[in-house]
C-alpha cells in the first residue's frame, strides 16, 4: 500500500460521512496516474501555490489602491487569511483540509488589478461580461500551464468550489445552484466573507476611513470590538451553526455579521478617499482595453487563436498587477522626456 493509499484510507475512517475524501474525487478533465505520496486535493493545493497567478495575487489591490503601508492586505494576503479560516472550520467539522485549502488558495486567481475595480470595468467593455470567479476558473483550466498541456488539470471538486465561491447578497448563498457541490467549497465560500469583512474593517480604520465609533453598535456587541475577536466570533458561529450537509451561522452572528458586510459596502468601499483613485484606474483599465484591440501585444497574439481577441485581451488585463498596469499605462500614454 502507497503513502498516498493509507492516507486515503485514513481519509475515510476519520472524516465526516458528509466530507469529500479524495479517493471519491469525480477526476480530473485529463486523466493521469495517481502520485505515491499525495492525494489527488493536496497536487491540486501544490499546483495552485506553484502557479505564476498566485505568485500575482502580491501585487494585485484588495481595497486600497498600490497602499504605500507594509500592512495593508493585497490580493494574495487575503488569500492566505482566507484559507487559514477555512481549514479550521474544516478540521472541527471534520471535513476534507486539503480540497478546502485547495479551493481557497485557488479562489481569486483571476481577479483583476485595482480590486473590484477592474472587474466592473472588464464587465461593462467586454460584451459577454467578466465575473472574476469565472475567471479564477479560466486561469486553472486554460491560462496556466503545466508540462503536460494547458490548465492545471484540477479535480472536479477544486473546480466547481472556484467557480462557486461567489456569494452576491449576504454571507450564506440562497440557492442551491449558487453553491458548491461539496461542503468544503460552501465552507471556503463562508470564511472568503468572513476574512474580507474582518481585514477591509481593519484596514480601514489603520487608514482613519472610519473610526471604531462608527461600526454598527450592535454587531460590535455580537462579534467582539477587536478583529481577532470577530473572526473567533464568526468561525464559532459558523461551527456550531452548521451540521449534517448544512453549512450556516448562528442566526444572531449571521445577523451581526451580514450587518458588517452591508457597513462595508455603504460605508467603506465607496467612500471618497478611496473612490477618487479607483475611479481613475477605472479609466486607465478602459483606455487600455480599447488601445490593444487595436494594437493587440505579442502575448495577445500568442495567445489560442481559438479565442476572439476581445477574449484574450481580456485574459491579458485581468492578469496584470497594479504596477505592470500602471507602468504599461505609462508607457503607452503618457510622454517621455527627451533622451540624451
Given at each position: 500500500?502507497?503513502?498516498?493509499?493509507?492516507?486515503?484510507?485514513?481519509?475515510?475512517?476519520?472524516?465526516?460521512?458528509?466530507?469529500?475524501?479524495?479517493c471519491s474525487s469525480r477526476g480530473r478533465a485529463?486523466?493521469?496516474?495517481?502520485?505515491?505520496?499525495?492525494?489527488?486535493?493536496?497536487?491540486?493545493?501544490?499546483?495552485i501555490l506553484h502557479a505564476?497567478?498566485?505568485?500575482?495575487l502580491k501585487r494585485k489591490t484588495q481595497v486600497f489602491l498600490a497602499p504605500e503601508g507594509d500592512?495593508?492586505?493585497?490580493?494574495?494576503?487575503?488569500?492566505l487569511e482566507a484559507a487559514q479560516i477555512a481549514r479550521t472550520v474544516a478540521r472541527a467539522l471534520f471535513?476534507?483540509?486539503?480540497?478546502?485549502?485547495?479551493i481557497a488558495l485557488g479562489h481569486d486567481l483571476g481577479h483583476t488589478p485595482f480590486g473590484h475595480a477592474g472587474e466592473v470595468v472588464l464587465n461593462e467593455v467586454y460584451g459577454p461580461g467578466f465575473i472574476h470567479a469565472e475567471q479564477s476558473l479560466r486561469v486553472v483550466e486554460r491560462l496556466e500551464s503545466t508540462r503536460r498541456g494547458p490548465g492545471l488539470n484540477l479535480t472536479y471538486e477544486v473546480c466547481d468550489g472556484i467557480r462557486h465561491h461567489s456569494k452576491g447578497e449576504g454571507v450564506l448563498m440562497s440557492r442551491d445552484d449558487e453553491r458548491a457541490c461539496t461542503l468544503e467549497g460552501r465552507v471556503v465560500s463562508v470564511c472568503d466573507a468572513i476574512a474580507y469583512i474582518s481585514h477591509d474593517i481593519d484596514d480601514a480604520l489603520r487608514a482613519r476611513i472610519i473610526l471604531p465609533s462608527d461600526l454598527p453598535k450592535t454587531a460590535v456587541a455580537v462579534l467582539g470590538d477587536t478583529t481577532s475577536e470577530r473572526i473567533n466570533t464568526m468561525v464559532v458561529g459558523l461551527i456550531e451553526g452548521s451540521k449534517d450537509r448544512v453549512i450556516a451561522m448562528v442566526p444572531e452572528v449571521l445577523d451581526a455579521t451580514n450587518s458588517l458586510r452591508s457597513f462595508l459596502y455603504g460605508c467603506v468601499y465607496p467612500c471618497a478617499s478611496i473612490?477618487?483613485?479607483?475611479?481613475?484606474a477605472k479609466?486607465?483599465?478602459?483606455?487600455?482595453?480599447?488601445h490593444l484591440l487595436d494594437h493587440p501585444t505579442d502575448e495577445i497574439l500568442r495567445a489560442s487563436?481559438?479565442?476572439?481577441?476581445?477574449?484574450r485581451t481580456v485574459d491579458f488585463l485581468a492578469s496584470m498587477t497594479d504596477q505592470y498596469a500602471l507602468n504599461l499605462y505609462a508607457r503607452w500614454f503618457l510622454p517621455a522626456g527627451w533622451q540624451v
Open positions: 500500500m502507497t503513502l498516498r493509499e493509507q492516507l486515503e484510507e485514513r481519509e475515510r475512517r476519520t472524516l465526516s460521512p458528509h466530507a469529500t475524501p479524495a485529463r486523466p493521469e496516474a495517481e502520485h505515491d505520496y499525495r492525494t489527488a486535493f493536496q497536487r491540486d493545493r501544490d499546483r505564476k497567478a498566485f505568485r500575482r500592512h495593508y492586505r493585497t490580493r494574495l494576503t487575503h488569500t471535513l476534507n483540509e486539503d480540497l478546502t485549502e485547495a473612490n477618487k483613485e479607483i475611479s481613475k479609466r486607465l483599465l478602459r483606455d487600455m482595453y480599447f487563436a481559438e479565442d476572439s481577441v476581445e477574449r
